[in-house]
Every structure is written in structure tokens, then in C-alpha cells.
């Protein structure tokens, strides 16, 4: 299994994650967008023990009733967020990895919540909330 590693925008968060192929969606839904700052954040949802923090240090903001995210104490990036699953994933945004990491977004997800200055242009398949056999643990 190979790892892949990734940072924050400071470099004082540092991490790795032990998976040889990174499936993303793009997500439109409004807490991504302004936990993001743009239209949409592709993020790629992983078990907790796939994610290792090798250095730095996450704060924490509960964003709704299930949800909690965790940035960098330093610079503000945006590194997990958890809750949002009945599986217990999180998710990590694409743009934290490295460059040449194996990432490939493969939906568009809470499409119904995109705003409408973004175009979606391209083929892959479009799902108003959670692509199908994903349990939501949260409604609002
Ligand atoms: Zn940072
Ligand atoms: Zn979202």
C-alpha cells in the first residue's frame, strides 16, 4: 500500500494517508462552500485510521449537530471533516495533497445547493445530496 502525503497551507500541519488510489467528489453544499471560500470543495472521504497527522495541530469547529471540522491553529486550512457519515469517514480536501497524488473525482454531490454563477461541465454523474449507498447522519 502506498502512501500518499499532504499539507496545509503554513506547513505546520503535515499528513499521510495509506491508500494507493484517492476517489473524490465535488461538493456544492453550502457548509463546504463557506468553509472553503469557493463554489464548490473536492474532498475525498477515508476512514480515520487511513488518515495519520504526522505533524501540527488541528483546531476544532463544530459546523452543525453531527458535524465537526478541523483546520490548521496557524493558517485556517481546512484539513478534516468528520460527522457527516453514518460510517464514521471523513473527509480531506483534494487540494491539501500533493502534487502527482492519485486523485480522481468521479460525481458531483448536493448539486441542488450549488450556486448558480458555477457551471457544471462535464460528464461525470451529478447526485442532489449523497451519492446512493451513502447514509447521511444529519439533515439540516
Ligand atoms: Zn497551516
Ligand atoms: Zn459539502
Redesign the pocket.
Known sequence: MSKVSGS??????RFEVERSYLSAVNCYCGMCRRAHGGSYSTHIAMRREQFKLVAGELRVFTSSREGRREF?Q??G?HVLVHGQTADNSVAVPAGLFEQGAPIEVNAHIFVKDKVAWQSIDDSMPQHDGWPPGIVATHTD
Open positions: 496545509c497551507l503554513c506547513g505546520s500541519v490548521c496557524f493558517c486550512s
